[in-house]
């Protein structure tokens, strides 16, 4: 988990910097069939009636593209967009 929060912290930072000192809110919900995931605590059932526990997530962030306020669309380059 705190290696998410810091992976997350960065992101915020490197964006923070190009939207112009403009606040940007990204917002991740785990999801395991209808349920919220909650590391280290829940035991989830697949669809084959199999419990499994969920330790880590690991996000990978890429192509992102960001709408202004105008409707047009700044688009982070490829060779920056990979976290």
Do not use: W
């Amino acid at each position: 988990m705190k290696k998410l929060s810091v992976i997350l912290f960065v992101f915020f930072l490197f964006f923070a910097a190009q939207a112009q000192q403009k606040n940007i809110i990204v917002e991740f919900n785990n999801i395991f069939g209808k349920e919220k995931i909650e590391l280290h605590r829940g035991k989830y059932a697949n669809p084959f009636g199999e419990n499994i526990s969920i330790e880590l997530l690991q996000y990978f962030i890429t192509n992102m593209a960001f709408e202004r306020e105008d409707g047009s669309f700044y688009i982070v380059p490829q060779d920056s967009s990979y976290f």
